[in-house]
């Protein structure tokens, strides 16, 4: 969100209010959900006024390991790496195994356009946590969840129904995971709320679940 002024571009002196703001702005989030996710940062943080960008990376708060394209923190370091890695997220985009074809402008007004685009699926997350997971220390309850709804978050932002699936553009989230920033010229059109992401969350695990017991291991409680 800094990379785009939703919040101070240097990142420094961030109040939890910005962050409620940046969240309904940049991604669409209803109030509501907004405040809780800021505010249920800040309690996990143990902070009161602002904070450093940064220090919402600290390791084993919200932060946690078996991230889809972030390195582990390395034994003994308080945050969490922030570079990305590329491989990691060469592997997650391969992750997204549903081509579609849907109707896109053209520069005539009065015609549409075929354009055939990769879609990430719930199944298709679920698949990519439990490889993660694998790669990773055991997570958390608390963290498996908060690695569940950030997904869950996002396909939501970007949902893409076709007749036949429901999925997230992988072109996208390629780009605002791989680079930080979002499509040119995107802005949310519709409201993300809180109970519809709980859902899609569930829906994740319970992809991750189906995936575990297809290879004999013992799904997460």
């Known amino acids: 969100m800094a990379n785009h002024g939703y919040l101070p571009r240097d990142g420094k002196r961030i109040t939890a209010w910005q962050i409620v703001k940046g969240l309904r702005e940049c991604y669409g989030l209803t109030t509501g959900f907004s405040i809780f996710l800021s505010y249920v940062t800040w309690i996990v943080l143990r902070k009161v006024g602002p904070v450093d960008l940064y220090e919402i990376g600290k390791h084993n708060a919200v932060e946690h390991d078996a991230s889809l394209v972030h390195h582990d923190t390395p034994a003994g370091e308080t945050y969490a790496p922030i570079e990305i890695d590329r491989e990691l997220l060469d592997e997650f985009v391969k992750e997204a195994r549903t081509e579609v074809e849907v109707d896109v402008p053209s520069s005539d007004p009065e015609k549409t356009k075929k354009e055939k685009l990769s879609l990430l699926t719930i199944a298709d997350v679920g698949r990519a946590r439990v490889r993660r997971e694998k790669q990773s220390p055991p997570l958390s309850k608390f963290h498996a969840e908060i690695a569940r709804g950030e997904v869950a978050i996002i396909l939501g932002v970007w949902e893409t129904k076709t007749k036949e699936v429901t999925g997230t553009r992988m072109d996208w989230l390629k780009l605002w995971l791989g680079e930080e920033r979002l499509p040119e010229g995107w ?17 994740i695990k319970l992809a991750s679940e189906a995936v575990r017991r297809e290879e004999g291991a013992t799904p997460e409680q």
Request: positive net charge; hydrophobic residues 30%; proline residues 6%.
């Open 187 to 203: 802005r949310p059109t519709k409201q993300v709320g809180m109970f519809e992401t709980m859902k899609r969350a569930k829906g």
